[in-house]
């Protein structure tokens, strides 16, 4: 997809805090339904969002206590037909080391104290692409959905 | 803020249904968890969780899921799902769930596999 253009952009500010994925989920889901986006993949954006917003809040540490939403309608340069909806979830925290990120697998999170840790695998199964860029910076996780 | 979990229990013969309507979080799992774990210690060793009022779960929800169905293995119970929304039974899927919990269609196929099961 990264030879489509983008044919609309949207960028909105939350404030981090509980239960604020749904209002972020709201936000994705409305723009995949406006360019017709099936039911189900609607559904699936939602899940990667709120999934992408909980690690921000649990995670991100971010002094600005903000995160950033991007939502990119993305199609071929020259025509109007919307292909794909590019989201992109940022925030300005302390970042992590992705290479030390381990898959969770479901036999061992049965036998362990620790539960969780489900979260990318989850949005990676749910999305199209899915890239995720930290540093010191903050974390940016980019994610495409095609229609 | 929305609204917390709404649960409904039904104790059947042998089984034991519990009904969500809402958003399954931290705190909407913890109170499925309080609610299984009472019927465990009712004698209900076979559970139903029916999701139809439920459209949206998150990880931390699903985490808590998890640690029931933990319990229900160490009590040679049993935890199955039902009426499931595609993605969160995709979810499901994705994370390993189903190889631990079956996932019926709707509550009339558990029931009848269920308490055939139990019986």
């Known amino acids: ?147 | 803020m929305t609204e917390g979990l709404k649960l409904k229990v039904e104790r059947r013969d042998g089984l034991a249904v519990i009904y969500t309507e809402g958003y399954i979080n931290n705190q909407g799992g913890e109170e499925i968890a309080e609610a299984a774990y009472g019927l465990l210690d009712e004698g209900f060793g076979t559970l139903l969780l029916n999701l139809a009022g439920t459209k949206i779960v998150n990880s931390i929800g699903i985490s808590i899921l998890i640690e029931i169905i933990e319990k229900m293995i160490e009590v040679e119970g049993r935890l199955s799902f039902c009426h499931l929304t595609p993605t969160i039974e995709k979810t499901f899927h994705i994370m390993g769930l189903a190889q631990y919990a079956s996932i019926f269609p709707d509550e009339q196929a558990a029931v009848t596999e269920l308490q055939a099961g139990a019986s």
């Open chain 1, 1 to 147: 997809m990264s030879e489509l253009g983008v044919l609309e952009e949207t960028h909105l500010t939350f404030r981090l805090a509980p239960e604020m994925e749904l209002e972020v989920r709201a936000c994705a889901c409305e723009m995949a339904k406006s360019i017709r986006m099936s039911t189900d993949k609607v559904e699936e954006v939602g899940m990667a969002v709120v999934e992408a917003c909980i690690n921000a809040i649990e995670h991100s540490r971010a002094a600005d206590g903000q995160l950033h939403l991007g939502l990119a309608v993305l199609g071929s340069a020259g025509a109007d037909e919307p292909q794909g909806l590019r989201i992109t979830i940022q925030d300005q925290g302390v970042g992590f080391d992705c290479s030390k990120l381990v898959p969770p697998r479901i036999e061992d999170n049965l036998k362990s104290i620790r539960k969780r840790g489900w979260g990318l695998k989850i949005i990676e199964g749910l999305m199209d692409e899915v890239n995720v860029l930290s540093g010191e910076g903050g974390t940016s996780v980019v994610m495409l959905k095609v229609l």
